[in-house]
């Protein structure tokens, strides 16, 4: 069954460097998403794309963040200047029809 | 954000009994309700889906039921097997803007 796949698993990293995440979403899916689940708080939600462009974005998805379909399989999230508080579990997800959102194993990101 | 709540953090049933989970909605741009299961470090698995214009959604063990009126809908699982035991994430998509947001989870533990 297609998966949702995402590298690194694990990233650690100092405060104030930049970090590139990147997920494969499923082959035919058209809407990209990235959540993140700080230790202890909710799943939310960061940044959704479709059709090679953002479609909306959290007041958490600031200047420092952005996202890219580079080619036609990765999906990437850059956090350019990474904070204390960035440190975080995230999660790309992909849908087909934009309802159920399909979500990839995460990227544990500790920002020291 | 306080859109979806689930106010009960955990749940313990007895193998081959019925788990019910609820949640809790304030939301009326809400369109469609998910549930989510999740493993310790793994991203959340779709489960099931319910469109607000629908009242029950069945999907083998997983029945999902919707009540809008009292903006809430629970989640029933029939039989409790071990391989249930997670924690489980309902859901809510805006109908404007795609994205998810999530309550608090429920976890699961059942019992042999």
């Known amino acids: 069954e297609p998966e949702v796949t995402q590298t690194p698993s694990h990233q650690v990293t100092q405060m104030g460097q930049e970090v590139i995440l990147r997920c494969v979403p499923i082959?035919?899916?058209?809407?990209f998403y990235w959540y993140r689940q700080i230790l202890g708080q909710k799943v939310e939600f960061l940044v959704s794309?479709?059709?090679?462009?953002?479609?909306?974005k959290s007041e958490i998805f600031d200047d420092q963040f952005s996202v890219e379909r580079p080619d036609g399989s990765n999906f990437t999230l850059k956090i350019r200047s990474t904070k204390l508080e960035d440190s975080a579990m995230y999660f790309c997800?992909?849908?087909?029809?934009?309802?159920?959102?399909?979500f990839g194993p995460g990227t544990r990101l500790t920002v020291l | 954000d306080q859109q979806v709540k689930q106010n009960s953090p955990s749940l313990s049933v007895q193998e081959g009994r019925i788990s019910i989970l609820n949640c809790d909605y304030t939301?009326?741009?809400?369109?469609?309700f998910l549930w989510y299961k999740k493993y310790p470090a793994e991203g959340p698995t779709f489960l099931i889906s319910?469109?607000?214009?629908?009242d029950k959604n069945e999907d083998g063990r997983f029945t999902v039921f919707l009540n809008k009126s009292a903006k809430h809908l629970s989640l029933h699982i029939v039989p409790s097997q071990p391989g249930d035991s997670a924690v489980y994430f309902c859901?809510?998509?805006?109908?404007?803007?795609?994205?998810?947001?999530f309550g608090a989870g429920t976890t699961v533990t059942v019992r042999a």
């Open positions: 997800a992909s849908s087909k029809t934009g309802v159920e959102q399909f």
């Open positions: 082959s035919n899916h058209l809407y």
């Open positions: 794309f479709y059709n090679n462009e953002i479609s909306e």
């Open positions: 939301n009326s741009m809400f369109d469609y």
């Open positions: 319910i469109s607000s214009i629908k």
């Open positions: 859901a809510a998509r805006g109908a404007l803007d795609y994205k998810l947001s």
